[in-house]
């Protein structure tokens, strides 16, 4: 199955889970970049447009919600999926105002799902 829009940027610091999630998505027909930092997810971003970006909201350089509006302010990202284990309700708030969050604990078929829920809401605006 081949998407109609561009690729997904896959930010995650935790290298088994970028794997894991990385092999989900593409199983289900996606291109997916991985980047493990901010700084790298940065990288990425100049190199190419993302329809969605999926994001962990505690990165090794910084906060994945300032790296959304990084990105949202570049035109880099279309949309953002959150994918995290963080608990803090105030980071959970700001990164639902970015986009939809997903709970590690719950999988990457969440993840799958909520991603492809983004696509759609693409496909109109186009």
């Not at 561009?6 to 970049?33: F, I, M, N």
């Not at 910084?62 to 990105?71: K, R």
């Not at 880099?76 to 284990?85: A, G």
């Amino acid at each position: 199955m081949s998407r109609e829009l561009g690729p997904l940027l896959l930010v995650e610091d935790d290298l088994a889970v970028a794997r894991a999630v990385a092999r989900v998505l593409r199983s289900a027909g996606y291109s997916v970049d991985v980047a493990g930092s901010c700084v790298q997810a940065r990288g990425r971003a100049e190199e190419r447009r993302y329809a969605v970006a999926i994001v962990d909201i505690e990165l090794p350089d910084g906060l994945g919600t300032d790296l959304a509006n990084e990105l949202f302010d570049q035109r880099r990202v279309e949309r953002v999926v959150f994918f995290t284990s963080e608990a803090l309700q105030g980071l959970l708030k700001r990164a639902a105002e970015l986009g939809p969050v997903v709970a590690k604990r719950d999988g990457p078929e969440a993840l799958l799902a909520a991603v492809g829920e983004q696509l759609p809401a693409l496909r109109a605006r186009s």
